[in-house]
């Protein structure tokens, strides 16, 4: 019925998420707030690795994305999961290290990663360190040797996959700001560069080709890519190449057309492909990494507002304002993105009307979506918006001085804190 499966109409015809009424979480926690199913997290973290575990038959590790959604409890009940982190800056990390996360677990991403950043890498200990430039590996080259360490590393390879997504979450083409080019003989030569390194241990190669993909020929063109570099590699350098990671990625659904394949599908043909490939050009199976946050993330969470105005203009559109938007939600105005969208209080209704959720920032673009069905909502209804776990909150800003909301994990009929709300001292907090 709701594009998430957690998501039901109770008794009193109200939305409930994993079964708790999200009327009552608003009037507990207010609005706007952030909830997060921590049983729909958990579960999609099982499936992955279940399905790494059955395609690759035990050769493999999850990492979760945290640029999807990250703080301190988020990552706790990851690791709780036994699942890896990818972190793409020193602040995520330093989450998932203040939140006690096994860093042996943890990649260690970022297309322009400071000597700040990768010092704190290198010091902490994380698993590896997915390199993307010349002047990233002679920088860790350097800070390496000063530690007297020698951490493992990745190269990101772009491998020229056109993937069918939003140009702005696209990866994997040459035109891309994002690791080495295939193409060009750019990721070869850094290949030989790394292997003469003496600091620094080329352990595996690694390409993400974008987000909310719902292709899965893609993929499987990038683990072909791959597998013929690696060959390429061993052949002509006689290295080995341990370690693949193939990235993140998959589509979700957030609006009822959407069809997205299950993973666990992508999963199996991508892993057909490593395994006839792999023979085709006799070389070793690597170890193969996967990297899903919007997945994980984003079906777990839902947004709750509070109406405020309505505004019919005749013949041309109806505004439901709300208490929230692109500070909290910037999805719309980043990508034009859609949701689906719900009056929590009224969710037994019919969807009668079709209306323009906007939100209360200063800039018309501020949407949380256009021409949206939604039951008739006026002022005090509540809102939920569906499939908002990922991209939102980790993406959300102090725009025009709006304190973020906070962020509730449900599970098992309770609802506790995970982030809190901010203040208007937390506003100014670093003003002088
Ligand atoms: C963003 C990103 C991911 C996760 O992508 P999703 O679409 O959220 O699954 C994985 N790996 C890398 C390197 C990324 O940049």
Do not use: W
Not at 115 to 125: F, M
Not at 277 to 286: D, H, V
Not at 306 to 329: C, F, H, L, Q, W
Request: net charge negative; charged share 25%.
């Amino acid at each position: 019925m709701f594009v998430s499966e957690n998501l039901t109409v109770n008794e009193n015809g109200h939305l409930a998420a994993g079964g708790i009424d999200t009327v009552e979480l608003a009037e507990k926690y207010g609005t706007p707030l952030y909830v997060m199913d921590e049983q729909v997290v958990r579960n999609t973290l099982r499936r992955f690795k279940d399905s790494i575990d059955k395609f690759y038959g035990g050769k493999g590790e999850v990492h979760y994305a945290s640029k999807a959604f990250s703080c301190m409890e988020m990552c706790r009940i990851v690791n709780s999961e036994g699942v890896g982190l990818d972190a793409v800056s020193i602040g995520e990390l330093y989450t998932a290290v203040k939140a006690g996360f096994d860093v042996s677990k943890i990649g260690f991403h970022g297309n322009n990663k400071t000597n700040e950043e990768l010092e704190y890498a290198v010091s902490v200990g994380v698993g590896h360190i997915i390199v993307d430039n010349i002047s990233e590996l002679m920088r860790l080259e350097k800070i390496a040797a000063e530690k007297g360490v020698k951490p493992a590393i990745m190269f990101r390879i772009k491998p020229g996959i056109d993937a069918h997504t939003h140009n702005f979450v696209k990866t994997g083409q040459i035109d891309s700001k994002f690791g080495f080019a295939l193409e060009t003989g750019e990721a070869f030569d850094a290949v030989k560069q790394a292997i003469s390194c003496e600091n620094v241990e080329l352990m595996g190669l690694h390409c993400h080709i974008g987000s909310q993909i719902f292709d899965i020929a893609p993929f499987e063109e990038a683990a072909r890519v791959m597998l013929g570099f690696i060959a390429d590699i061993k052949n002509k350098l006689g290295f080995e190449i341990k370690g693949l990671n193939l990235g993140g990625g998959f589509g979700i659904k957030y609006l009822q057309k959407d069809d997205p394949s299950p993973f666990e599908t992508y999963m199996e043909r991508v892993s057909k492909v490593v395994k006839s490939e792999c023979e085709r050009l006799s070389i070793a199976q690597p170890f193969i990494f996967i990297e899903p946050g919007r997945s994980v993330a984003a079906p777990a969470g839902i947004t709750l507002y509070t109406v405020g105005a309505r505004k019919e203009i005749p013949n041309i559109r109806t505004y439901i304002s709300v208490d929230g938007g692109m500070a909290d939600s910037p999805r719309y105005i980043l990508y034009g993105s859609e949701y689906e969208a719900v009056v929590a209080n009224k969710a037994s209704q019919d969807k009668s009307e079709t209306v323009t959720i906007a939100g209360k920032c200063c800039e018309s673009g501020d949407l949380i979506g256009e021409n949206m069905p939604l039951q008739h909502a006026e002022s005090g209804d509540i809102i939920a918006v569906c499939a908002t776990g990922a991209y939102n909150y980790s993406m959300s800003s102090n725009y025009n001085r709006l304190q973020k909301p906070a962020v509730v994990f449900i599970n098992n009929g309770q609802s506790r804190i995970a982030v809190k709300r901010e203040t208007l001292d937390d506003i100014i907090r670093n003003d002088v």
